[in-house]
């Protein structure tokens, strides 16, 4: 049985700093893209980032580049969210998904497993 558990969420003032983790168990950790999804209030599920199975690809969405970084720990079969410089507009409920597709997507129904959800929220 699959089974992805977040950790990592909470309140955090803007400018500052979260790190959410992502633990994968039941599967082939490697043969798996790595992604984290967010969905805000009112708004659509959206992708924030990707990453290869391997770990030597990644995909960012543009609103988080530079401030966002997606990382993988084999040894520990987790994937890593660090979100530096948190935006109001970071608000959201934070999604792990794994998928067994080809390439790095950043679809969502591409993605076969789906941890619990993380809320972040940034006061201003």
């Known amino acids: 049985q699959v089974r992805l558990v977040e950790s990592g969420g909470g309140l955090v003032q803007a400018g500052g700093s979260l790190r959410l983790s992502c633990a994968a168990s039941?599967?082939?950790?490697?043969?798996?893209?790595g992604a984290w999804f967010r969905q805000g209030p009112g708004k659509e599920r959206e992708v924030v980032a990707a990453?290869?199975?391997?770990?030597?690809?990644?995909r960012y969405l543009d609103s988080v580049k530079g401030r966002f970084t997606i990382s993988r720990d084999h040894a520990k079969n987790t994937v890593y969210l660090q979100m530096n410089s948190l935006k109001p507009e970071d608000t959201a409920v934070y999604y792990c998904?794994?998928?067994?597709?080809?390439?790095?997507?950043?679809?969502?129904?591409?993605?076969?497993?789906w941890g619990q959800g993380a809320q972040v929220i940034v006061s201003s």
């Open positions: 039941g599967l082939t950790f490697t043969t798996y893209h």
């Open positions: 998904a794994v998928s067994s597709a080809a390439g790095v997507v950043f679809g969502a129904e591409d993605y076969d497993y």
């Open positions: 990453i290869s199975g391997l770990g030597l690809s990644t």
